[in-house]
C-alpha cells in the first residue's frame, strides 16, 4: 500500500499508512513463510578411491 501511495506522488511513512489502515480496518495482506528445504541435489564432487582400501576390522575393538 506504501509504494502504491509514492507511484501515485504521496509520500507518507509507512508507520502511518499501517495505523491509518488499521483505524480503518483494512487488512493487510499476508506474507507465507517460505517452506525449509534441506535437499540441494549433488553439492561439490565425490573424489575418487585412490587407496583402494578395504577397512575391514578383524575382530571388535
Known sequence: MCLA???E???INHKAVQRLMQEMVLLKGTV???K???YKG???YVAEDVIQGDF???KSN
Open 5 to 7: 501511495l509514492q507511484n
Open 36 to 38: 525449509y528445504h534441506s
Open 9 to 11: 506522488g504521496f509520500f
Open 56 to 58: 575391514e576390522a578383524k
Open 42 to 44: 549433488t553439492v561439490g
Open 32 to 34: 507465507r513463510p517460505k
